[in-house]
């Protein structure tokens, strides 16, 4: 008996080893091009980030000689270790084909241990048949816009100890008319914990670049490093302010979580999610601390603020 015994804890230990991967989640594909596209996710371990790129849903065609892969793309050298310790990666794939399929799942190796490696689920991108950096106007010319750039300031918790707190964190901007999310890394081309994004990097479902009149819905989706958790912002962008400027999305009602112009049970879901919740939490989001109080806590005070907003409609 006591040998079976022996061998099962070997046979466990194995097994438990074979099985000790980075864990890989909240994978998405960004900044689509007609020739590139860059790929995101987080991990749990200070990874090495790479991709595989294929043909084909198979994985028989694995492209490689024709194309580029950059780990940590537009980050300088101080942000991308921060990103990278704390387990947030992106990759960018360039040498691409316009309007053309491909499929990328994501490698992630495991420093302290060459041979554990994860990899994501296959993901499908199609590139840009063209991008046009123009309007098309009623009488069918084309004419020139330019946007600004959004400034975003993630959330830091009060025990956050990293030497410069948020930076390596991930911005990723999505509005309903655009074609794909972009993506930033805080403390790159500003201080932390400053992201920034520019504008003029969204592209309609038409490729057509997206004139920002203002007022716009956006979600800005925030890569923590070390939880492995996103915190979700829904803002409205500003109005083109005419000149090149950063200015932050603003907030829309305070109980209007997502930015439906009525209070119902999607906000309710929304609350849920972060109640009893405290500033150290690695879930807590202060969109939905509406009511002052010295610790913090998402509590009984906000529901009661939200609850009698409950019901409303078109609310700004």
Do not use: C
Not at 55 to 65: G, K
Not at 142 to 166: C, E, H, R, S, W
Request: hydrophobic share 45%.
């Amino acid at each position: 008996m006591r040998k079976w015994l022996f061998v099962f804890l070997i046979l466990f230990a194995v097994a438990g080893n074979a099985l000790a991967v980075p864990e890989t989640v909240s994978v998405r594909v960004t900044d689509v091009t007609t020739s590139s596209f860059a790929v995101v996710w987080m991990t749990d371990v200070a990874a090495a980030p790479n991709v595989e790129v294929y043909a084909d849903s198979a994985m028989t065609d694995r492209l490689a000689d024709a194309i580029t892969v950059t780990p940590m793309p537009d980050a300088p050298q101080g942000v991308a270790a921060a990103a990278r310790s704390r387990g947030i990666m992106k990759i960018r794939v360039t040498g691409l084909a316009p309007n053309t399929r491909y499929y990328v799942r994501t490698v992630t190796v495991d420093p302290a241990d060459p041979a554990s490696i994860g990899y994501s689920g296959l993901q499908e991108v199609t590139t840009a048949s063209s991008v046009v950096p123009y309007q098309r106007i009623e009488d069918g010319t084309l004419q020139g816009f330019a946007n600004d750039l959004l400034t975003m300031k993630v959330y830091i918790q009060p025990a956050d100890k990293d030497a410069v707190p948020g930076e390596g964190d991930l911005v990723i901007l999505e509005t309903p008319a655009s074609s794909h999310p972009v993506s930033a890394f805080v403390g790159a081309g500003t201080v932390a914990p400053e992201g920034v994004l520019d504008l003029n990097n969204l592209f309609g479902l038409d490729m057509a670049s997206l004139d920002i009149l203002g007022g716009e819905k956006a979600v800005l989706s925030v890569y923590r490093g070390g939880t492995l958790s996103t915190l979700l912002h829904y803002r409205r962008l500003q109005a083109d302010a005419g000149t090149v400027a950063a200015g932050e999305p603003a907030k829309g009602f305070f109980a209007d979580f997502n930015l439906d112009a009525k209070v119902d049970d999607q906000d309710f879901a929304e609350f849920r999610k972060q109640y009893r919740t405290i500033p150290d939490d690695a879930a807590y989001n202060p969109d939905y601390d509406f009511v002052a109080d010295p610790a913090g806590k998402i509590d009984a005070q906000d529901f009661a603020r939200f609850a009698r907003e409950y019901g409303r409609s078109q609310v700004e």
